[in-house]
């Protein structure tokens, strides 16, 4: 099948029901009859029988067994027979009618798809508001139009579905891709929720990558409330919007112009723009800018709580001496975020030298630390991922020229999450070295 047939999908089923006579002996009967009433995913056991069907009944019965059979009473339980018997319940025949909605799409497809290609199904995609993402594999490309509009079938929040024809980032920096509309209407204007965050972009302009919200949420959540944080790659903001929201000051940068757009609508759309500023740069020269100009900086933001509403009818509480709590934005950047897996190690050469006589701004002269690098980076994949960390280590230690190894203090390596069958995605997170920062 190469174009969708629902009316392929519609089945009748001859079954036995118990009859149940009063409508308050049906939960009674179910549980008498136990394993004997039909148990199958999404077919309701309890159904309401037809108006000639009715006399003498409740007008619902039980769905049984497809062992049982209405006219072979040799068939039925010792449970059943004494439910007939004591006139609770009569046995009949039914015609159960199943169709296309019945059917969900792992079924659907090992109907309409040759053996020889059911062994992998492509049940997974990315998914950005209402459009479906798929990558489908050569072997799928035939059956393109009916996966397609299965999914969206079966997703009623799916509205569009598109399908990846090259690799992310092969022809445009900006990491879009071009892809084709397989199913729905054309408009990838979206908006996603994440993180109590709403986002709203063209996602044919920009990147986005729900399947990346746990380690968006896993590296917001090492930021502290008044901590800086440089977003190098931030994309629209799915680290720099929520940590807004945490109170912790961050200057996110994106190449993209279209990046850049809906990065500052998100700013503004979920109220972060007293800790977030959005910037429209080159990667490398951010790094290198904004290191500077943070320290000539000035911003404070008030984040005192305020009071709680009351009623006027509750009695006035006598109103406490509330002290302001403000928070003032560092003159060093805590942390950076390198969120480019395919170049983002090409851009730590920026680091080398990048505080070079400005050794008493950080510790032992002050209690700033010298800033925390959490750069993104595609790898193989093993079981044990060894090879892989023994080759982040050195690709870091070359870009840095200094050496890294996982015993060195303040460095590790996360796993992210797979990204294909050979190949997976990665976080190394580091303690700029003095080395490197002052050389």
């Known amino acids: 099948m190469r174009v969708l047939d629902r009316s392929f999908f519609k089945k009748t089923v001859a079954l036995a029901v118990a009859q149940v006579h009063e409508n308050n002996q049906i939960a009674p009967c179910r549980m008498a009859l ?3 009433v039909l148990k199958v995913d999404r077919v309701p056991s309890v159904r309401e029988l037809a108006s000639d069907q009715k006399p003498n009944s409740s007008g619902k019965a039980l769905l049984l067994h497809p062992g049982i059979r209405a006219a072979d009473s040799s068939t039925w339980s010792d449970k059943l027979r004494a439910l007939v018997e004591e006139d609770k319940v009569a046995v ?3 015609e159960l009618q199943l169709d296309y909605d019945h059917w969900d799409y792992i079924d659907i497809m090992n109907a309409v798809l040759p053996e020889e290609a059911q062994e992998e199904l492509p049940t997974g995609f990315n998914v950005a508001g209402h459009v479906a993402h798929l990558n489908l594999r050569d072997r799928f490309l035939p059956y393109k ?3 397609a509009a299965v999914l969206m079938d079966k997703n009623p929040a799916i509205r569009t ?5 090259d690799s992310v980032g092969k022809q445009s920096e900006y990491r879009t891709f071009e892809y084709e509309v397989l199913a729905g209407e054309p408009s990838l204007d979206v908006e996603v929720k994440e993180q109590n965050c709403i986002f709203r972009f063209d996602y044919a302009k920009v990147y986005w990558n729900s399947k990346l919200n746990t380690e968006h949420e896993r590296l917001v959540n090492l930021f502290s409330p008044g901590e800086a944080v440089c977003d190098v790659m931030a994309g629209v903001g799915p680290f ?5 929201k945490r109170h912790v000051f961050v200057w996110a940068n994106d190449l993209n112009p279209a990046g850049y757009r809906s990065l500052s609508d998100a700013i503004i759309r979920n109220n972060v723009s007293a800790f977030v500023k959005p910037f429209n740069e080159d990667g490398r020269d951010f790094i290198r800018r904004t290191a500077q100009a943070i320290q000539a900086a000035e911003t404070s933001v008030d984040v005192t709580p305020k009071p709680k509403r009351v009623s006027r009818s509750s009695p ?4 406490p001496t509330r002290s302001r709590k403000v928070l003032k934005q560092p003159k060093t950047f805590d942390h950076y975020v390198m969120n480019l897996p395919a170049t983002a190690t090409t851009f730590l050469d920026a680091f080398v030298g990048l505080y070079r006589g400005g050794e008493k701004i950080f510790a032992p002269h002050t209690d700033r630390k010298l800033p925390m690098v959490h750069v993104h980076c595609f790898s193989t994949k093993s079981d044990d991922n060894k090879r892989e960390t023994m080759e982040i280590c050195e690709e870091i230690s070359q870009q840095l020229r200094y050496p890294f190894t996982l015993e060195t203090p303040d460095f590790h ?4 999450r797979d990204v294909g069958p050979k190949k997976r995605m990665f976080c190394a997170s580091l303690r700029l070295p003095a080395d490197v920062a002052f050389r």
Request: charged share 20%; aromatic share 8%; glycine share 8%.
């Open 413 to 416: 390596i996360w796993d992210v």
């Open 145 to 147: 139009h009916i996966i």
């Open 92 to 94: 009949s025949t039914y």
């Open 161 to 165: 579905v598109i399908n990846k024809v």
């Open 240 to 244: 720099a919007v929520p940590a807004g």
């Open 34 to 36: 136990g394993q004997e």
């Open 316 to 319: 006035r509480p006598e109103s």
